[in-house]
Structures are given as structure tokens and as C-alpha cells.
């Protein structure tokens, strides 16, 4: 459990051939509903791999508890060797090689910060082959519900281009860090005076969240091709 209601999971392929994928996407799980009608669910996979079109042993995701989700149902009563039918990779929500500028303003709500995590080793080579520099803003209600908190903090002291700002909406952190800002992820990306010239912006979570942040980038003079957006919605 990464938090009282979010678990990880990793799967391997039945069989067993490494799974290819490009940082940023994301898999379907597809399963049926008790009448018997098929469905899907979207995971983004969140295995840190080591380049940019990366195959990987283990599929990671973060699955969210939805009180009587169909997809919940399924993934909070899987085991150990449990197989669940899935396929993918798919989407465009990756860095991107002809991307020219200089700073990457990634902002994330919930489990909406997992394509990051899968982003990490393309993060550090942009940063050194570029000189592009990173700053993730992350919104969670409290400091229990922070998703690979620890692994974005490590990350930052290795990676001098990166910095990683949780933002709090309801409770504090106990120990407070210096970059925690206490409010919704608004406050810290307008903190970051987001540059029509430099700057490309990731979004990716709650819709609410991720429209409000597109109206403040639009505001601030980002041409829409610089603005990636991904909503993560819940479903039963």
C-alpha cells in the first residue's frame, strides 16, 4: 500500500517476454462486470526503467481503492501470482526528442504522478545532455497520501536539474520540508512564473486540476502544443 487507499502493483507477462513501452504511457486492464458486460480501466505504467523506449521485466501501476469499483473489486482481492488480461502500451504523454526548450514544469494530482516516476532516468539524461531543467508540483490532501514521496525527494539530491514541491490541500506535513507549500498545485506552478519562451508543461490527474492549470498556462502565454494534458478519472 502506497497509501490507505492506493496500491502498488507489478505484474510480469504470462509469457514471459519483456514489455516495451515509452515513459508516459499507459496500459488497459480489461475485465467484466458482474452482468457480464466488458470494460476497461487505464493505468499509466510507473516502472522506472533505463532509457527512453525501455524494455522492462515488471509492468508497475498504482491502483486507486473506488468504493464499489468494478476495477477495485478485481485488483484489491488479486494475489500473489494472481493474472489479470491486459494490453497496451498506448499513448503520447512523453518527453518529447524535438522538444527545444529549457525547463519542464510537471504537475501532477493522486496517482496521476506515476507516468513521473517512469520519467526519472530520461529526466536525469535531459538534464545532462540539455541542460533542461525539472520542477515536479504534486497535490495530495495530506502527507499519507504522497505518492513515492521519498523516492522524488532522493531523486532531486541526486539530480541538481530536478526539485520535487509537494503541495498540501487539507493537512500539513508534520515536519514541514522547504519546498511543501500548504494549497492546491495552482499556488506552486504560478510561484514558478511559468515562460511562454522556455518552458513546457505536463499535466496529469484530477480533470478539475488539470483544467484550472491549463487556464493558468494559457493565461501566462504558453501556446497549447507546450501544454500535455492526461485526466485520470475515476469509474465505478
Given at each position: 500500500?502506497?497509501?490507505?487507499?492506493?496500491?502498488?502493483?507489478?505484474?510480469?507477462?504470462?509469457?514471459?517476454?519483456?514489455?516495451?513501452?515509452?515513459?508516459?504511457?499507459?496500459?488497459?486492464?480489461?475485465?467484466?462486470?458482474?452482468?457480464?458486460?466488458?470494460?476497461?480501466?487505464?493505468?499509466?505504467?510507473?516502472?522506472?526503467?533505463?532509457?527512453?523506449?525501455?524494455?522492462?521485466?515488471?509492468?508497475?501501476?498504482?491502483?486507486?481503492?473506488?468504493?464499489?469499483?468494478?476495477?477495485?473489486?478485481?485488483?484489491?482481492?488479486?494475489?500473489?501470482?494472481?493474472?489479470?488480461?491486459?494490453?497496451?502500451?498506448?499513448?503520447?504523454?512523453?518527453?518529447?526528442?524535438?522538444?527545444?526548450?529549457?525547463?519542464?514544469?510537471?504537475?501532477?494530482?493522486?496517482?496521476?504522478?506515476?507516468?513521473?516516476?517512469?520519467?526519472?532516468?530520461?529526466?536525469?539524461?535531459?538534464?545532462?545532455?540539455?541542460?533542461?531543467?525539472?520542477?515536479?508540483?504534486y497535490g495530495a490532501r495530506n502527507e499519507s497520501e504522497l505518492l513515492y514521496g521519498e523516492e522524488f525527494e532522493a531523486f532531486a539530491r541526486e539530480v541538481p536539474g530536478f526539485t520535487f514541491h509537494p503541495c498540501f490541500s487539507r493537512t500539513p506535513r508534520a515536519v514541514p520540508r522547504p519546498n511543501d507549500r500548504?494549497?492546491?498545485?495552482?499556488?506552486?506552478?504560478?510561484?514558478?512564473?511559468?515562460?511562454?519562451?522556455?518552458?513546457?508543461?505536463?499535466?496529469?490527474?484530477?480533470?478539475?486540476?488539470?483544467?484550472?492549470?491549463?487556464?493558468?498556462?494559457?493565461?501566462?502565454?504558453?501556446?497549447?502544443?507546450?501544454?500535455?494534458?492526461?485526466?485520470?478519472?475515476?469509474?465505478?
Open positions: 500500500m502506497l497509501a490507505p487507499a492506493v496500491r502498488h502493483m507489478s505484474f510480469e507477462r504470462a509469457d514471459g517476454k519483456p514489455f516495451v513501452f515509452v515513459p508516459g504511457q499507459f496500459v488497459q486492464i480489461h475485465f467484466t462486470y458482474p452482468d457480464g458486460k466488458p470494460t476497461k480501466r487505464s493505468y499509466s505504467v510507473a516502472t522506472i526503467g533505463d532509457g527512453a523506449t525501455t524494455p522492462v521485466e515488471r509492468v508497475e501501476i498504482a491502483v486507486s481503492y473506488v468504493e464499489g469499483g468494478a476495477a477495485t473489486a478485481l485488483l484489491s482481492d488479486l494475489g500473489e501470482g494472481g493474472t489479470v488480461d491486459a494490453s497496451g502500451p498506448y499513448g503520447r504523454f512523453s518527453l518529447m526528442d524535438a522538444d527545444t526548450n529549457r525547463r519542464y514544469l510537471l504537475v501532477a494530482t493522486g496517482t496521476g504522478v506515476t507516468p513521473y516516476r517512469a520519467m526519472l532516468p530520461r529526466i536525469r539524461e535531459l538534464t545532462e545532455t540539455r541542460g533542461c531543467t525539472f520542477a515536479l508540483i500548504n494549497g492546491r498545485v495552482h499556488v506552486a506552478l504560478a510561484e514558478h512564473k511559468p515562460d511562454a519562451a522556455n518552458d513546457i508543461a505536463y499535466l496529469c490527474g484530477n480533470p478539475d486540476m488539470v483544467d484550472q492549470a491549463f487556464a493558468l498556462l494559457k493565461e501566462a502565454g504558453l501556446p497549447v502544443p507546450h501544454i500535455r494534458r492526461e485526466k485520470y478519472i475515476s469509474s465505478r
